[in-house]
């Protein structure tokens, strides 16, 4: 029933009982989507191929844009994705589906009945926007009722539930945390938004140090823990902006993004390149101290493994047990330190350099 509605009639309304048809409705359809004014884009992840068709320009802008461009080595095997991304402007395309006004969206009683159809799926109830996916075949779809109409953060991070659901299933995991290295072996930060993370990172890059991203990077535990990047982005409020001194490396006039934050790319402010991986040695969990120097202490196990799992199993769709066992084992297995942030950049940057010099001996 699903598959025969058309632009112009009323859209199907769907429950938790019908939401993998429904689904396997959308990704069937789009074999029969004509390819006429979609942009295509190509990204090359780790162990990922991606071919983007997309009748939405915006979200063609920002994979071009935010994705990185990888071409490092990497233990496991590269595999394809094929991802449309539809409004229903575009002829045949399925339709957004509505939420069923008698039954409340419950994101996890959706999950565990669509991984019984080997199907993933996230709502965006406000928006009757959705991403629906085919993991083991690697099709997937985000569809929008009209273009540019989709939630503001997904432009900062372009496919990032497909990217989630894609590397969970390989025992990988999309993380929320950021980076910093030196000659293949770094740390994670590991903190909410506020705990001085993305500053961190900043610092670090404008001061010699490398990232493998700020925000989400992947994270694969096969042997030993090693980060891989998918986003080139970094964020920055307008208060740090001004005492990193960024606005004397990047263009002016540009415009602050959904978060009231400047947006912009690890190759606009960090010379020395994004590596391929890092290999990391410890987590960090930084805090706002505001003190003379900065200092790095021992801290429990479990307080840095919520620190690092609440943000990121929170910001990823689906099942959350997975996403604890993964980010536990983590914990169990690196170092674990807070982080006390001093007032200068090249001073933090200092010490995180000292830390992970100790680190390689």
């Not at 779809?141 to 953060?153: C, H, T």
């Not at 938004?193 to 993305?198: A, P, R």
């Not at 947006?263 to 101290?289: N, Y």
């Not at 202490?297 to 493994?305: D, I, N, Q, V, W």
Request: hydrophobic share 40%; proline share 8%; aromatic share 8%.
């Amino acid at each position: 029933m699903f598959s025969e509605a058309v632009v112009g009639d009323p859209p199907p309304v769907v429950s938790t009982a019908s939401v993998a048809v429904y689904a396997r409705s959308v990704l069937e359809r789009l074999q029969s989507l004509p390819q006429g004014n979609a942009h295509g884009v190509n990204a090359k992840l780790p162990g990922l191929s991606i071919r983007i068709r997309s009748f939405d320009d915006g979200m063609a802008e920002a994979a071009r844009r935010n994705l990185v461009r990888f071409s490092g080595a990497v233990p496991f095997p590269t595999l394809e994705m094929t991802v449309s991304i539809l409004h229903e402007g575009v002829p045949g395309s399925p339709a957004a589906a509505r939420w069923s006004a008698s039954e409340p969206y419950m994101p996890h009683r959706v999950a565990e009945t669509l991984d019984e159809a080997d199907l993933r799926a996230e709502y965006h109830f406000e928006l009757d926007h959705w991403h629906v996916c085919d993991p083991s075949l690697g099709i997937a779809a985000q569809m929008m009722r009209r273009p540019g109409l989709y939630p503001p953060w997904e432009t900062g991070a372009p496919l990032r539930p497909f990217l989630h659901w894609h590397y969970a299933r390989r025992g990988m995991r999309l993380t929320h945390g950021g980076t910093l290295g030196l000659d293949g072996k770094g740390v994670l930060l590991a903190g909410a938004g506020g705990s001085g993370k993305s500053g961190t990172v900043i610092a670090g890059l404008l001061n010699g140090l490398q990232s493998v991203g700020d925000d989400y990077v992947l994270l694969n535990a096969d042997k030993g823990i090693n980060a891989y990047p998918l986003y080139a982005t970094l964020k920055q409020d307008p208060a740090g902006y001004e005492r990193l001194g960024l606005g004397r490396l990047l263009p002016s006039g540009q415009g602050l993004n959904w978060q009231g934050k400047h947006q912009f790319l690890i190759g606009q402010i960090a010379p020395q390149g994004m590596p391929p991986s890092l290999e990391i040695g410890a987590m960090l969990v930084p805090h706002v101290a505001d003190a003379r120097r900065t200092t790095i202490s021992a801290m429990p196990r479990a307080e840095a493994m919520m620190a690092l799992a609440k943000s990121s199993i929170y910001q990823m769709p689906g099942e959350r047990e997975s996403g604890f066992r993964f980010f536990s084992m983590v914990a169990r297995r690196l170092p674990c330190f807070r982080l006390d942030l001093g007032r200068q950049p090249a001073e933090i940057t200092d010490t995180i350099g000292n830390f992970i010099g100790r680190l390689k001996q």
